[in-house]
C-alpha cells in the first residue's frame, strides 16, 4: 500500500466526480435553489458554539441581557445567511469562448456577471474548481461585472475547460455559499514551439522543376533573399520588414521551381511530440517569411500556402494530430 493513500480521499473523489458528471454542460448559467449551496465555516461554527454557550449561561444565571445579547447575535446570524445566499441568487454567468493557446502557456477564461436586482451585490470570488486563484469583483445594480480566470491546459489537443465555482462569504463571512459551473466551451492547445528549431527544411521541386531549393544559413527558405538595389516594390516582403526592420525580396525564379514542405517525416528522429514541436516552430517562422508552404501530416495533406488563415488551419492540424 502506498504511504499516505486514504480510502476515504478516494471516496471523496469518486463521488465528487459522479456529481459533476449529473451537472448540465452550458456556457450561460442563471443561479437558483437549485445550484447554489450554503455551509457555515470555521467562523460561523465558532459563532454558533459562543451564542450555545451564551444560551446556557443567561438560562443558568437567569441574566435579561445575556438573552439579549445571545438572541441579537443569533438574529444577525440569520439576517447575515440570507443576505449571503441572496448574493449569488439569481445572479447569471456568461462564459466567453476561449481563444487558442500554444501548450504550457495559460488559458485565460472571460466571465461576464449579469445583476438584474435592484441592489448590487458585493464580494463574488471565481475561480476554476479546486484551485487557490481566485478573481473577487462586485456586480453594480441592474448592471454587469468582468472577471478574468486562468487555467494551464496539461497537452495539446482539444480541451474542454474545467468546471468552475463561484463563491461568496459577504456580509458576515460565517456563511459560505457557492456554486460548480460546468462549461459547454471548449479550447484548443497548439503543439509548444520548439525553442531553436532548426532551420526551415529544403525545398522541394515542383513537377518537371529542377534540384532541390538550397536553405541560406539565415535559415531562410529560398524563396525569399535580402533585398537588392533596383527589386520591384512589388516584391519586397513587407511583412518581414516591418517585424524585423530588415528588407527582404521575394525570388520569383525559386519560388516557381520549388515548393517548400513541411513534413512530420522530416522533422527530426526523436518522439512525436518533439517533432510536432518542430513542425510548429517551422510553421511560425515560414509565416514570418510570408513564403509559401505546406503541411504533411499522417492522413493529410495541406497544400502550400500563406496567410494567417493557412497558418491557423496547420496549427490546427498539429494540435489535433
Not at 17 to 35: K, V
Not at 94 to 123: C, K, W, Y
Request: a positive charge; charged letters at 20%; one cysteine or more.
Amino acid at each position: 500500500m502506498a504511504a499516505g493513500w486514504n480510502p476515504l480521499n478516494l471516496v471523496r473523489a469518486r463521488f465528487r466526480q459522479w456529481w459533476q458528471s449529473r451537472l448540465p454542460l452550458a456556457d450561460t448559467t442563471t443561479l437558483t435553489q437549485r445550484n447554489v449551496y450554503i455551509l457555515p465555516t470555521r467562523p460561523g461554527f465558532m459563532l454558533g458554539a459562543t451564542l450555545l454557550v451564551l444560551l446556557v449561561a443567561s438560562i443558568n444565571y437567569q441574566l435579561n441581557l445575556g438573552y439579549l445579547l445571545t438572541f441579537l447575535l443569533a438574529g444577525s446570524a440569520i439576517v447575515g445567511m440570507h443576505v449571503c445566499h441572496a448574493t449569488l441568487r439569481g445572479l447569471t454567468m456568461h462564459l466567453s469562448p476561449p481563444d487558442t493557446q500554444f501548450m504550457g502557456a495559460s488559458a485565460t477564461l472571460g466571465i461576464t456577471l449579469v445583476n438584474e436586482r435592484r441592489s448590487p451585490r458585493h464580494g463574488i470570488g471565481l475561480s476554476v474548481l479546486e484551485s487557490d486563484h481566485w478573481a473577487w469583483t462586485d456586480v453594480p445594480a441592474q448592471g454587469s461585472a468582468s472577471v478574468q480566470v486562468a487555467f494551464t491546459p496539461a497537452s495539446r489537443g482539444l480541451h474542454r475547460v474545467p468546471p468552475l465555482t463561484a463563491e461568496t462569504r459577504f456580509p458576515l463571512g460565517t456563511f459560505r455559499v457557492w456554486t460548480v459551473w460546468r462549461p459547454a466551451a471548449q479550447v484548443l492547445v497548439y503543439p509548444a514551439p520548439e525553442a531553436f528549431a532548426p532551420p526551415l527544411p529544403p525545398g522541394e521541386p515542383r513537377s518537371g522543376g529542377a534540384a532541390a531549393a538550397r536553405v541560406q544559413s539565415t535559415g531562410e527558405f529560398d524563396g525569399v533573399r535580402a533585398y537588392r538595389r533596383g527589386d520591384p516594390l512589388k516584391l519586397v516582403v513587407w511583412k518581414k520588414a516591418a517585424k524585423a526592420d530588415e528588407l527582404v525580396s521575394r525570388d520569383s525564379q525559386q519560388a516557381q521551381r520549388h515548393e517548400l514542405w513541411l513534413d512530420l517525416a522530416q522533422a527530426g528522429s526523436l518522439g512525436t511530440e518533439h517533432r510536432l514541436s518542430r513542425l510548429c516552430a517551422w510553421v511560425l517562422q515560414a509565416d514570418r517569411l510570408g513564403v509559401d508552404y505546406g503541411l504533411r501530416l499522417p492522413g493529410l495533406e495541406l497544400k502550400p500556402a500563406s496567410g494567417e488563415a493557412h497558418k491557423r488551419r496547420c496549427l490546427e492540424a498539429l494540435a489535433l494530430c
